[in-house]
């Protein structure tokens, strides 16, 4: 099949490719642009490995062809931290807040968390457990994810946090 | 899992995808929010050599009000169904139903007009679309038709959508004001499809129940609209025997499969506990 030719902004910087209208948005990402914080999972929509924003939506860019993404904003894990290398709060709290163990789901947890914060910068512990029903961890029984997401709205809230030792 | 090859195709309106649409022939197939298409393709149970996006057409989006109707465009995505102030308001049902489907990536693109379109006996929508006693408008190329929800599906992925013909919009009557409504579906798990739901919508006189609407969700091939169950309670203040004689009559209309829900006897007895939580819960929600 003729390939597609897609313009986008992945992370900040203009991206232009050719691709198949087949590729899916998570081959794109991790085999032409060489983003593998985007994880393949369950390759069936449910696991949310693979989640990365776009035009301001948590998406499973496994279930989505690269061509949909054509003109849109895309924001991976890679494009968390700032350009010197500070971590994001979300970051930060996932280290601090021991929220992940084999570090599988992370990427589309962090992600995931930066959107439901976004749209909810306050969340109960209820409205952050709904907001990442679609991400699933089969380490940490979830309890840290939680607190870590709460660490980065307090932070990004302007509330002192308590940063566990080094 | 990487999908066959496939043309892609981007129309900016209805008149030019319906066009594509019958050029392609039935080898052409609409995309809406993907999540029930992509997966079937990875898989090969779907393996459309065209796809006609339908992302870019701005005239299948938004929702509106239209003499007494609320009247959804197809591309309409489930977290705008969420987050509509008008239509938590006047039509409640559809924000509860769509709180249930699947998980938030997959509200964000998965599409109203896609979940009713697809004729999946396991998506949720169509239940309360026959409750609600919607129309959906179809296109095809010879112009634009009108069905009732109710004479829509004929078995599992089997509607009267012809080829080349697509959902544009969903048009539902406004429930008067003072109306309960309910769904209640029965799953494992966060993003499961129902091992049983109950779509219920009815209005109250004097203590009584004036009218009544009652759909089922995944309990047969094709979604079903309880009109035995529903005939029952009317008139009746939702006594506890009323009650278990409406989930009854709903469960003798019920023939589900037996899967990994469970098997088809306890599914069949699930249909008719959502149908009785689901009127007691209207029921405290009518004026």
Not at chain 1, 114 to 121: D, G, I, T
Not at chain 2, 96 to 103: S, W
Request: charged share 20%.
């Amino acid at each position: 099949m003729a390939k597609a030719q897609i313009t986008l902004k992945v992370n900040g910087k203009p991206v232009e490719a050719l691709v198949e209208p087949r590729t899916l948005l998570i081959h794109f990402l991790r085999e032409q642009l060489n983003l593998t914080g985007p994880h393949i999972g369950c390759d069936t929509s449910h696991c949310g490995a693979c989640t990365v924003d776009l035009n301001g939506k948590s998406v499973k860019s496994c279930t989505m062809f690269a061509v949909q993404a054509d003109g849109a904003d895309v924001l991976t894990i890679e494009g968390m931290a700032a350009p010197d290398g500070t971590l994001h709060a979300l970051q930060e709290g996932f280290r601090e807040m021991h929220g992940l163990q084999c570090g599988f789901c992370t990427p589309g947890m962090i992600v995931r968390g930066y959107r439901l914060l976004k749209e909810n910068a306050n969340p109960s512990e209820d409205e952050i457990r709904m907001g990442i029903s679609g991400n699933l961890c089969r380490c940490t029984g979830y309890q840290n994810i939680v607190k870590a997401i709460q660490f980065a709205a307090a932070k990004l809230a302007g509330a002192p946090v308590k940063e566990a030792a080094e | 899992m990487i999908p066959g090859a496939f043309a892609y195709h981007r129309p900016k309106s209805v008149k030019e995808a319906v066009a594509m649409l019958a050029d392609l022939g039935e080898d052409a197939r609409p995309l809406a929010g993907g999540h029930s298409l992509i997966p079937m393709m990875k898989l090969r149970l779907a393996a459309p050599t065209h796809l006609v996006d339908l992302g870019a057409i701005g005239e299948l989006r938004g929702i509106r009000a239209e003499g007494g109707d609320i009247v959804i465009g197809a591309m309409t995505t489930q977290h705008e169904l969420i987050a509509d102030v008008t239509l938590a308001a006047k039509l409640p049902i559809l924000r509860e139903t769509a709180l249930v489907i699947a998980d938030p990536q997959v509200r964000y693109v998965g599409t109203l007009g896609g979940n009713v379109a697809n004729g999946d006996p396991g998506n949720d929508m169509p239940a309360v679309m026959l409750c609600l006693g919607a129309t959906y408008h179809i296109a095809g190329k010879a112009g634009e038709r009108k069905i009732a929800a109710r004479d829509f599906y004929e078995g599992a992925y089997l509607t009267a959508l012809e080829p080349g013909e697509m959902v544009t919009a969903i048009r539902i009557p406004a429930p008067p004001q003072g109306h309960g409504a309910a769904y209640e579906k029965l799953k494992r798990k966060v993003g499961d499809y129902a091992t049983a739901a109950a779509a219920v919508i009815l209005t109250q006189s004097q203590g009584r129940v004036a009218t009544c609407s009652i759909g089922l969700t995944n309990v047969a091939e094709t979604p079903l609209w309880a009109e035995e169950a529903a005939k029952i309670v009317v008139g009746s203040a939702l006594d506890a025997a009323t009650v278990k004689k409406a989930a009854a009559a709903a469960e003798s209309i019920a023939s589900p499969a037996s899967d990994n829900r469970g098997p088809a006897q306890y599914r069949k007895k699930m249909a008719g506990v959502m149908v009785a939580r689901a009127l007691t819960r209207a029921k405290s929600r009518a004026a």
